[in-house]
C-alpha cells in the first residue's frame, strides 16, 4: 500500500471556475477527511465521511463546496465557482476508526489550488 | 477561544541538541486526545506521537516524547538529538469527545529549523 494519494499536486485556475479534486485514501480505512490549510495556519476541517456516508461538515464549507466518496473508497471534493479566497493546500486524510480517540489519520500530500 | 495554542512561531535548534515545542489546549471534555504531527516543505503531514487524556505515563515514540501536564492543559513535544531532517512545521492537535465526532483541532503550528 502506497499511502493516501491526491490527484492533482497542483491546480491553477480563474476565477469562476469549478475544480475538482481526488482523493484515494489507504484501502482498509473507514474513514476519509477533507481538510483546507492556507499559510501560517493550520489544518482547518471540511467534512469526513465513513464509507460512503458524509457524517459532518464545517460551517466553512460553503454551497459551493460538495464532496462525495462513491462506494466507499475514493473521494472527490469540487469547488464551484471558484474565488481567489478558495486558493489554499486541500488536504485528504484517512483512518481506520473503531472508536476512541487514538486512530491516527493518515494525511496525502495534498493538492495546492491556485485561483487567480 | 482557540481550542489549541502553540505560542512559537518559530524555533532554533543545534543539531544534536533537545527542543520542546510547546502546546497548549482548552476544553471542558474529560475524554480527549492529543496528537503531534510533522509537516516538511513538502506539504505532506506525519504522524509523531498520540496522548490520551486518561493515559497516566507521558507518551513516547523513538526521539519523540510528549510531557504531559494535564492540570496546566500543555501537550508540549520534546524532540531529543536533533537531526537536520527534523526542520519542518509541527503541529499540536486535539481531538475532543463531544458529540463523538472525533474531529481534530490544529493549532497554527512551530516552524523548527536544526541547524549543523
Known amino acids: 500500500d502506497t499511502g493516501v494519494s491526491q490527484d492533482p499536486r497542483h491546480k491553477i485556475t480563474k476565477r469562476g471556475q469549478n475544480v475538482t479534486f481526488r482523493c484515494d485514501p489507504i484501502s482498509e480505512h473507514n474513514r476519509l477527511y477533507w481538510y483546507r490549510q492556507t499559510l501560517g495556519q493550520g489544518p482547518e476541517f471540511l467534512t469526513y465521511?465513513?464509507?460512503?456516508?458524509?457524517?459532518?461538515k464545517s460551517r466553512l464549507l460553503s454551497d459551493r463546496f460538495s464532496a462525495e466518496r462513491p462506494k466507499g473508497s475514493f473521494s472527490t471534493l469540487e469547488i464551484q465557482r471558484t474565488e481567489q479566497g478558495d486558493s489554499a493546500m486541500y488536504l485528504c486524510?484517512?483512518?481506520?476508526?473503531?472508536?476512541?480517540?487514538?486512530?491516527?489519520?493518515?494525511f496525502g500530500p495534498g493538492t495546492r489550488l491556485t485561483v487567480l | 477561544a482557540q481550542k489549541i495554542t502553540q505560542t512559537q512561531p518559530g524555533m532554533f535548534v543545534q543539531e544534536k541538541e533537545a527542543v520542546t515545542l510547546d502546546c497548549t489546549y482548552d476544553?471542558?471534555?474529560?475524554?480527549?486526545?492529543l496528537f503531534w504531527y510533522k509537516q516538511p516543505s513538502s506539504g505532506e503531514m506525519i504522524f509523531l506521537i498520540y496522548?490520551?487524556?486518561?493515559?497516566?505515563q507521558n507518551a513516547t515514540e523513538g526521539r519523540y516524547s510528549l510531557n504531559f501536564q494535564k492540570a496546566r492543559k500543555s501537550a508540549n513535544l520534546v524532540i531529543s538529538a536533533s537531526q537536520l531532517g527534523d526542520s519542518a512545521m509541527y503541529f499540536c492537535?486535539?481531538?475532543?469527545?463531544?458529540?463523538?465526532?472525533?474531529?481534530?483541532?490544529f493549532g497554527r503550528g512551530t516552524s523548527l529549523i536544526v541547524h549543523p
Open positions: 465521511f465513513q464509507n460512503e456516508a458524509q457524517l459532518e
Open positions: 476544553t471542558s471534555d474529560p475524554s480527549y486526545g
Open positions: 492537535a486535539m481531538r475532543e469527545g463531544v458529540g463523538g465526532s472525533y474531529i481534530p483541532t
Open positions: 496522548q490520551g487524556s486518561y493515559d497516566q
Open positions: 486524510a484517512s483512518s481506520y476508526f473503531a472508536g476512541g480517540f487514538s486512530n491516527e489519520q493518515f
